[in-house]
């Protein structure tokens, strides 16, 4: 399922509903980037698609979580994820606060806005995924602390799932009056410097 084959015997290759949990912090975004994903996911053919936010603290700052499920077929299981395949982090240090592996099967994959390779980290048995989102986001010309749009091209890399040139229209329609063209840059460039651990 994944073009990367990071999970080749792991829970997606024999599931039809892809699991994928977005932790973020309050303002960063994470619920509109699980938002543009599953836009996405639909125009590419996923006729299954649910998103299910998880609204706790919801202060700046503070960490937050959003579900993401897609399928080929129609999916009827609105509860939140708590066994995903695919975990994404839109601010490394969230790792050190919350437990953002908590439900993985073994193989399963996490992609993490870090300047750190994906061998820092200490995820046993999972497939780990980085790149400097923060710091490449500043270079297309967004705010500082503007990742949500960046992390998404880390997503398209390491999963494989949907194809960039989908994924950066998605991002154009959403952010569109609010710099569209940089915001689908942001994306672009991640992607290109996304680097993909073994496993």
Request: charged letters at 20%; proline letters at 5%; hydrophobic letters at 45%.
């Amino acid at each position: 399922m994944f073009k990367n084959d990071p999970i080749k015997s792991g829970t997606m290759m024999n599931n039809d509903v892809i699991k994928i949990r977005w932790h973020g912090r309050g303002g960063q975004g994470a619920i509109t980037a699980a938002k543009i994903v599953a836009n996405a996911a639909f125009v590419s053919g996923y006729s299954g698609v649910v998103m299910a936010p998880t609204f706790g603290t919801e202060r700046r700052g503070a960490p937050v979580l959003t579900s993401l499920k897609i399928s080929r077929k129609k999916i009827y299981d609105l509860s939140p994820i708590t066994e995903p395949d695919m975990v994404v982090v839109l601010d490394h240090l969230i790792v050190e606060e919350v437990d953002v592996t908590a439900g993985m099967k073994s193989g399963g994959l996490i992609v993490v806005n870090s300047p750190k390779r994906p061998d820092s980290f200490n995820f046993n048995g999972l497939k780990v995924a980085t790149a400097d989102v923060t710091a490449i986001a500043a270079e297309a010309g967004l705010p500082v602390g503007v990742v949500n749009t960046g992390i998404i091209g880390a997503f398209a890399k390491a999963g494989g799932l949907i194809p960039l040139d989908v994924l950066t229209r998605a991002i154009e329609n959403e952010f569109k009056g609010k710099r569209p063209r940089r915001n689908a840059e942001a994306a672009r460039i991640t992607y290109d410097h996304t680097i993909i651990g073994d496993l």
